[in-house]
């Protein structure tokens, strides 16, 4: 007997759905006929409290020997009926036949037998008493039928199971699954209910943990179940079983086990890039990839190989691979790879197996070859046919594309195509291209030119010699045609030959010219292209020049009245007349009158002629008056007289066209004008004049008659200038000048009206300030020439008091001293108050003494201005004569400043003693030689007496002085302006309270002292140079700060002029603040070879070239090339001056560089 393959039972079963599903359970091996069926365990019930019925009556016995080993885990005293179900191949066993078993070891010893079930299936029923745990085996020890009441019926008692029973039919035991197993089951409920869902679980360790599976659906009475389980969502595992249990009414069963089985991982393939037999191309990238499938764990490696290759081009490493996944590897380099076919290998491990697939592709790195490419073109299409080939690939099934200029068609199925809508006469790329069924462009290229268009022209914008010809056609503006006119040729200016001539026109336009006026020429044209195709000649047009105006247009005039003619034209034409701005259409009349008008009007007319063309340009304008009415009186007649000629004036009259003048009962022609110079007289000649306007209407009344006398010859000028001085006036005198009717005096520059008066007083002076005059004798005929100029200086101002006196008693007699004063020129002493002694200088001593005698002394300054006030008086006794030389006080000094005096003198002795009197208050000064008076104020007055003490006793007074501080120093900055000509600057500055004098620094160096003046001028200098001055106040106190810096450029006459050859430019000349142009002449000099002079005078439209008086202004010129001289001659009022422009030149230059200009005043 074989051993049977061991099943392994728990007591909770699993239910499978479905019935018959492969084998979970090793089988017995068949004997022949009943004795050894082939039996395969089904599923294990347990029935609980239940009836049921059983026969133990024996039948017919056969010998067999086969087990059936199973594991029965109930509890041990527990009753159970339990029913172990078989299917076998032998499944004919007549009803009541059966087999009988035995357990081993016994459960509870006896023999049982195999019935046929009610539902003819055969199963083993254990009843009876608990069968404890553990495994069995179950030994087949009879197999026979039982006769008709051979056995009897007992009933058992048993406990009723918690719900429906499962079979599990499939999976079995030990075997091994790959992929999706179909597991199998069967619900036996004998209560006859329906369970509602059956709960499958998988452990993948034997037993020991569970998991959820799936939860499926019940829907009958006995439910066969089946469900498909994909095992590659678990690992691989040896220890695998599935438990099923049934849910009936909201109550779970016990579980149905399945034995022990195997997972394996089944790893799948699939290639899906690239494709078997794939066109590859190096144009686009390949991405190799596959479908794999493999476990839920553990990882997979991916490899793929080129032909033979060893070394795979790429590797890949995935996981979860339970469901399907894409691996993409990286790029194929498509390039390294010959043309022609290439297998590429696939591989996959999981390190236990390795699966392999293979596929074929080809590679095509070549463009297809162009064959047959042809292009023909028309004048605005172009054909284009083409063929190719390729032998790896193929073509595509749209191969051909083809592009004219830079419009491309789609890829197209055709080898043909042709271009419509194109410019003639244009060279286009035409490319023809082909492409094989993987990308690749195989093309050529080629240059094609459009014929030109046949031409199509309009004529146009006639005039009297010429007509525009304007190609209308669809040519390129730089296509050449050839033109007829007639019988010549039109040529590229337009002009007409008796050749054929190519021209291109511009714009595509040309105007024909050089064609008589008023003709009519019949016109043709063709073209060619850049090849040098030439176009049929084109239709004929006519085209008709338009004809001239009339030359001249003769009117003739009335007051009331014009008549308009002019010349005929030849030809069919007719005429227009442009009456004051309104067209009138004349027909072939030429001639036009104009009626209705009034007198003294102005209108205007022209003429066109009009033919085929049009009508043709105007007529110069002409402008005509009706007669006018004869003009009236003229008024406001004015005479101004000279010496050699008088000028005429009079107002302008109304319609007038001209003026005569009666001069001296003479008549003369006046022009249009009204001015009338009458020259060549004597001085002092007496004339008459009158006017009359006239106009083409007549003449007026001569106006009231004007009697004028020419002027006398100007005075002399001037002499015998002379002034008296005084400290703030200048009296300034001269004598009469024969004929002169006035005097003018220019004071300082300022030239002022003296009216007849041959003094002048200057008054309001500063002291000791400088002054020029100059004096000029007027009349009706001018004004004299300037006197020789007077300079002076006013008196200075009385001196002031003389301070900070000084007395001492000498041996010799008594010395004064004293500050000097300025502008002194003497000092008086006065004596006892009565004598007076006269001095030059700021010392005195008084001689001749009385020892012992006191004398008093004042001091007081003399200039030619007066005197100052007296000085304070000091008192100074004589020294005895036995101790003259003992007592007097040497050295006697004082030192003055604003806020201090302090005295000081030499000792008489070693050891002698000092009283000081300050102001009254006695002060003992011991043996100090120095007394110093501080904290004073500034011009304060003090008095000092120095004595010796002899012994304890004071004697006389040897030293007296009277002093003042001194003022406090000047403040303020001085602000200093200049004013520059061309050799010389003037300084002008305000004047600085308390200054005595003012300090110039010139150039770095002081060099002038002006006194109490505030201006300076600095002379002699060259001009365009630059100078730096500063200026300080000073006083006895001492100095200010110099004032900031100036810097001053005396005036340049040159100028430097940029030419450009056969440009203009102006020169303005400008005077400033004149009183008297008498004196002044402009000069100007120039370069003549390299400038020209246009105009003199700009401000009149004549160009003033010539010397003399220039017409219409107050100048008169002298002009030679290189040289220009202008005198102005205008009168100035007294006290005022005159600023403006005197002319504006007007120069062209020779040359293209700088050249100079100077000028002069």
């Known amino acids: 007997m074989r051993k049977i393959t061991v099943l392994t039972l728990y007591f909770f079963l699993v239910t499978l759905i479905g019935q018959n599903v492969g084998v979970l359970a090793a089988s017995i091996t068949p004997d022949n006929g009943l004795k050894n069926p082939n039996w395969s365990y089904v599923a294990s019930h347990n029935f609980g409290e239940q009836n049921f019925y059983s026969s133990n009556t024996p039948g017919v016995y056969l010998d067999g020997k086969e087990n059936l080993i199973f594991d029965i885990n109930h509890s041990p005293y527990e009753v159970y009926h339990t029913r172990l179900e078989f299917t076998s191949n032998k499944n004919n066993l007549p009803p009541g036949c059966g087999y009988e078993i035995s357990f081993s070891p016994a459960v509870f010893g006896g023999s049982y037998y195999i019935l046929k079930s009610f539902y003819n299936e055969p199963f083993l029923d254990i009843e009876g008493v608990p069968i404890g745990g553990g495994t069995r085996d179950i030994k087949i020890t009879k197999v026979g039928c039982f006769g008709q009441n051979l056995g009897s019926i007992h009933v058992y008692k048993a406990y009723k199971p918690a719900n429906d029973p499962v079979m599990i039919s499939s999976p079995r035991y030990n075997e091994v699954y790959k992929g999706n197993m179909l597991l199998t089951w069967k619900v036996q409920n004998l209560l006859m209910r329906t369970p509602s869902t059956v709960k499958i679980e998988i452990s993948l360790d034997g037993g020991y943990s569970w998991d959820d599976v799936e939860t499926v659906p019940a829907w009958q009475v006995n439910h066969v179940g089946e469900y498909l389980m994909n095992l590659n969502r678990y690992r691989p595992s040896n220890q695998a079983m599935i438990r099923i249990s049934a849910n009936d009414s909201g109550m779970w069963g016990e579980y149905a086990y399945s034995p022990l089985f195997t997972i394996q991982t089944v790893m799948k393939q699939s290639i899906l890039t690239p494709a078997s037999g794939q066109m590859v191309s190096d144009l686009q990238s390949l991405i190799p990839s596959v479908s794999v499938t493999g476990s839920a764990s553990g990882n997979l490696s991916l490899s793929y190989f080129i032909d033979a290759e060893s070394t795979p081009r790429d590797t890949k490493v995935i996981s979860n691979t339970a469901t399907a996944q894409q691996v993409n590897f990286n790029a194929l380099n498509v ?84 271009a419509t809508g194109l410019i003639p006469n244009t060279n286009y790329t035409v490319k023809f291209e082909a492409r094989d069924a993987v990308g690749h462009i195989g093309s050529q290229t080629k240059s094609v030119q459009t014929k030109a268009q046949s031409p199509s022209f309009v004529l146009g914008q006639a005039n009297d010699s010429s007509l525009e010809v304007t190609f209308q056609d669809g040519n390129p503006a730089g296509t050449q045609y050839q033109l007829k006119a007639g019988a010549q040729y039109v040529n590229g200016s337009g002009g007409l030959s008796s050749t054929a001539v190519w021209f291109t026109p511009t714009n595509k336009k040309i105007r024909v010219t050089g064609i008589a006026s008023n003709t009519t020429l019949v016109y043709q044209a063709k073209a060619k292209n850049a090849l040098g195709e030439e176009t049929d000649w084109s239709s004929t047009r006519n085209g008709e020049t338009l004809a001239n105006p009339p030359a001249t247009l003769t009117p003739e005039a009335s ?103 009666e001069v001296d009962g003479v008549v003369k022609d006046a022009g249009s004008g009204q001015r009338y110079i009458h020259s060549g007289l004597e001085p002092e000649t007496q004339h008459t004049y009158r006017i009359r306007a006239k106009n083409t209407g007549g003449i007026s009344e001569w106006s009231a008659l004007v009697t004028s006398q020419t002027l006398p010859y100007p005075p002399q000028k001037p002499g015998a200038l002379t002034a008296e001085p005084a400290i703030h006036e200048m009296a300034v005198s001269w004598e009469p000048v024969a004929g002169a009717t006035g005097y003018e005096i220019e004071v300082d520059g300022l030239i002022l009206d003296n009216a007849n008066r041959t003094s002048y007083l200057h008054k309001e002076l500063a002291a000791l300030s400088p002054h020029t005059y100059r004096i000029r004798a007027t009349n009706a005929g001018g004004k004299s020439a300037w006197s020789e100029p007077l300079e002076t200086v006013t008196h200075p101002e009385k001196p002031a ?70 000085g304070s008086k000091v008192t100074l006794t004589a020294l005895p004569n036995q101790q003259a030389s003992d007592l007097a006080l040497t050295n006697v000094a004082a030192v003055v400043t604003n806020r201090s005096i302090t005295v000081s003198w030499e000792t008489v002795a070693i050891d002698a003693h000092y009283e000081v009197e300050v102001d009254g208050v006695l002060t003992d000064n011991g043996l100090d030689t120095i007394y110093h008076h501080g904290g004073l104020g500034a011009n304060e007055f003090h008095t000092y007496k120095i004595r010796l003490k002899q012994e304890g006793t004071p004697a006389n007074w040897i030293a007296v002085l009277s002093l003042s501080t001194l003022p406090d120093s000047l403040q303020g900055n001085i602000e200093v302006n200049a004013i520059a000509n061309n050799n010389s600057i003037e300084l002008r500055w305000d004047q600085v309270e308390g200054a005595s004098g003012y300090d110039i620094e010139v150039d770095g160096q002081t060099v002038a002292s002006t006194g109490t003046s505030t201006t300076y001028t600095d002379t002699g200098l060259e001009s365009g140079t630059s100078h730096t001055y500063r200026v300080r106040a000073k006083n006895e106190a001492g100095v200010t700060v110099w004032s900031p810096a100036i810097v001053k450029s005396t005036t340049s006459p040159s100028y430097i002029v940029n030419g450009v050859k056969g440009k203009t430019f102006d020169l303005s000349l400008l005077g400033s603040n004149v009183q008297d142009f008498s004196e002044l002449t ?55 001056s005159w600023s403006g422009e005197v002319t504006t030149i007007i120069f062209k230059s020779k040359i293209t560089g700088q050249t100079t200009i100077d000028v002069k005043v």
Do not use: C
Not at 358 to 371: E, R, S
Not at 1085 to 1113: C, M, N
């Open 559 to 661: 007051q009331r009245y014009l008549r308009i003619s002019w010349p005929a034209t030849g030809g069919t034409v007719t005429y227009e007349i442009e009456v004051d701005g309104a067209i009138v259409n004349n027909g072939a009349s030429n001639t036009y009158l104009h009626s209705s008008l009034t007198p003294n009007t102005r209108h205007t007319y022209r003429v066109r002629v009009k033919n085929g063309s049009g009508a043709g340009s105007w007529s110069p304008l002409l402008a005509a008056f009706t007669l006018p009415d004869p003009p009236t009186i003229p008024l406001q007649i004015e005479v101004a007289p000279s010496q050699k000629e008088q000028t005429i004036t009079w107002g302008i009259v109304a319609r007038a066209e001209g003026y005569d003048i």
């Open 1082 to 1136: 402009y000069v100007v000099t120039y370069d003549a070879s390299a400038l020209e002079v246009v105009d003199l005078y700009d401000f009149t439209p004549a160009l003033d070239q010539q010397s003399g008086k220039i017409a219409g202004s107050n100048l008169e010129v002298t002009y030679t090339p290189g040289r220009i001289t202008f005198k102005k001659s205008q009168n100035i009022v007294p006290g005022t």
């Open 335 to 418: 390039q390294s790879l010959s043309e022609g076919p290439h297998t590429m290998k696939f591989t996959v491990s999981d390190g236990a197996q390795t699966i392999q697939d293979t596929v074929v592709f080809q590679v095509d790195k070549n463009a297809p070859a162009v064959g047959v490419f042809q292009a023909t073109a028309t004048d605005t299409t172009i054909q284009v046919t083409g063929t190719a080939t390729d032998t790896i690939s193929g073509l595509h099934a749209l191969p051909y594309r083809f592009t004219i200029g830079t419009s491309a068609t789609d890829w197209l199925a055709a080898g043909a195509h042709t």
């Open 801 to 870: 008091i003389p301070t900070n006196l000084i007395a001492t008693a000498e041996a010799d007699g008594n010395t004064l001293t004293w500050y000097k004063v300025p502008h002194a020129e003497s000092y008086e002493i006065e004596i006892d108050g009565s004598t007076i002694m006269n001095v030059t200088t700021n010392q005195y001593t008084h001689t001749g003494l009385v020892p012992n005698k006191a004398y008093a002394y004042r001091v007081r300054a003399v200039n030619i201005s007066g005197y100052s006030e007296w």
